[in-house]
């Protein structure tokens, strides 16, 4: 819990550009003048939860012919092949591969964060499970019988191709369908989401086709990594095969390549980028090959057409060693999938060796681990930063009242979004120049009259500052407060112009003024306006320390030198009513930099009206506790403020 308290204390302050910024600066001149103000509390994490990090298995299953021989015992379902020479040690009565499988799914029975998807192979993918029947069918799910049944049935549903490519291609689909799903369902889980890829087969990829059959020199086993020839005992399948022909691989067209490395390597990568494309958590494939060289070599020459006839270029004299060559051929394919997917390579020899296979040796552990503080600061609702001090916002649309009025841009200083379109006034006047007008309704926001959008209303789905129309606008996610993990709610990022799809680097200050963005959001200044002069007078100050709960941990902060300013009253009654806003994000200690964040907010009114009105009367707000947090989207609106926050509201001031 030390090593935790330690990291806690460093990531509850990783916006901030220094580590100076995160002691009390020393007081200025007028630090304790009558309108400044305090706010403290405690804020707490949430208690850990294994379920909340998602482990997804995906096993590709080799259940090609080979198995007859490398894995025995197999089944054709009659008098065939296998019957013939399928030869199995005494008592084995499933192949390894399947009790391997078995041992792995009793492994998942008690982790219920586990889920599997199972890709059998031999010429084309068959019957995995679970059935993708649609765009909405999950991806994965948790093993059970169904599961079971389909695995001990792998023995009798046998092919004649091992086509490396099409198990490649579907898994790569199936892994990418199931992250666009949660992207709608559960975006957050996805920075704690562990995808494990496991590759099982027993040979080469068969059938190797060339678009170029007229090369000088081609693969063989001392020089894997060149284009390969069409294989040999393929037949006329490369260049003569018919799409209808029950034996072709779907999709395939004749003359053109297949299983050649590149081809591989490529669905190896795109599987492997899909981690940093969606801020995937982890993503690994790892390969195991079975192959028992001394079954195969007792097979004899009939082996040939399971196993491959190989020749060394550019002589094409044949391999007098076949089985060792295809051992080679699939061992090097098979460890550069492995590099490449991020994962390890294994390897099970004859008899004895694929007795002991050992799936359940691979990484299927979960990235859990206890949460602790990501970010947390300060917003003002009711000001703007200025050259020197804060500026009245009344509405807290951004938009200054001195521009906020009829004559500037005929808004209303009372109302956040005056024409009441999904986008606020602020953000409309930042978009002038791509059509938007702050006091007429847009077409790409919300009109009830408009047959575009009858009866719609806006809202802020997550609670981050945007209206569903400003996220589609922008691009950034309506499920999630920080679309780019870095820390800063999306709706502070379009505020200021800073870009809330790509997160801002700690030390990126594109103003010049000696802050970088992250910590001047933090205390309560413009990023983009050099404003050194306001940080060193009316800049926020924090204090914040970090303790053990059980298996929670505890901040105690204390946020000062909050400016009030005395917006007017839209009732023309007491005016003077200020708002602030605490953010607060927690994240796995493991994942916090990359974690989109568990985000809560809390809320307080203040009062300043001078020369008599100051509420509260001392230098605090009453303290806030870890209870006055709520998810973002429960205070989002004006009437939720005045309803929720702690202190006296305007709503509130007469009771």
Known sequence: MQTMLRGSILVAFMLSGCTDALMQRPPTDDINVDNKLGVSGRVCTSEPDLEGFPVKVVMIVDQ??????????GSQGQMGFCEMYGTAPPGVTQP???RAINRLLEQFEGQNNVQVALVPFETNVRDPWPEVAGANSPRFARPDGTLSTRVNNLQSQLGKGTDYQGALAYTYALISSDIQQVMVTNPASLPRTRYVVVFVTDGVPYPKCSANDNLTQYADDLNPDLTWADSLGSGDFCNLIDPEDPDAITGYIAGTDRNQNYQLFSYVQQIADLKDQFNIGDIRMHTVLMFNTEAVRNCGPICQDIYGEYVRWPGRVPVADGPTAAHDIAAWTLQEIA?????????????????????????YSSLFSPNVMKSFFVQALSSEPGATGRVVDTDGDGLIDELDNTFTHNTNRYVADSDEDGFDDFFEVKHLSDGFRPAQRDLRGCDPDSPLTPGCTARDTDGDGLSQYAEAYLRTGPSLVDTDGDGIPDGIEAKYGLDPLARVPGGYDPDGDGLPDPEEIRIGSNPVSRDRAFQEKAGYQYRISAAAVGNRVCYDFTVSNLQLVTPPN?????????LFKLWFAEAPESGVATDYGVWRSACTWAQDDPPSVRVPAGPEVDPLDDGDFRPPHELATRAQYEELCSGVSPARAGE
């Open 64 to 73: 090609s012919g080979s198995m007859c021989i490398s894995d025995p015992p």
């Open 570 to 578: 839209r009732a023309g009654l007491t005016q003077g009513y200020n």
């Open 96 to 98: 390894a591969r399947v």
């Open 339 to 363: 590099q490449r997917g991020n994962g390890v390579y294994q390897e099970f020899n004859d008899f004895a060796g694929l007795g002991a296979l050992n799936l359940g040796a691979l990484d």
